[in-house]
């Protein structure tokens, strides 16, 4: 998408909130939840049964998103306390405890030929 074809709506925080329960995954747009609300009203006309299937489909990989997102939670609370999850807390661990950095021995030099 061309960032000239984009635009800003203002939303109620109500409505923005209730869009964020019709997302399928974490990093579907509020464009992609709109998009496909209006794919969804317009088959209800044509395709009544149709457009209950896909809401269902819908509601189902919702369930999964949740029950990864807890199992995840679940996971992060059961590991022990200061050792780091990612790169980024890495990083801030060795930021705080510069010593810790400099306690870690260096890895030889090759020597040049």
Sequence with gaps: ???????TLK????????LEKLREHKRETYDD??????????TVRDEPVKAKAILEFIDEKRKR?????????????????GIP?????????QNRNPQAQK???????????
């Design 1 to 7: 998408m061309k960032s000239n074809n984009i635009t």
């Design 11 to 18: 939303l109620e925080k109500e409505t923005k909130e209730r």
């Design 33 to 42: 939840i709109i998009r496909k609300i209006m794919y969804v009203l317009n």
């Design 65 to 81: 998103m949740f029950e990864t997102e807890f199992a995840k939670h679940e996971l992060e609370e059961q590991k022990p306390k």
């Design 85 to 93: 999850v990612n790169k980024k807390q890495n990083q801030e661990n």
């Design 103 to 113: 306690s870690i021995p260096n890895k030889p030099q090759k020597k040049q030929r």
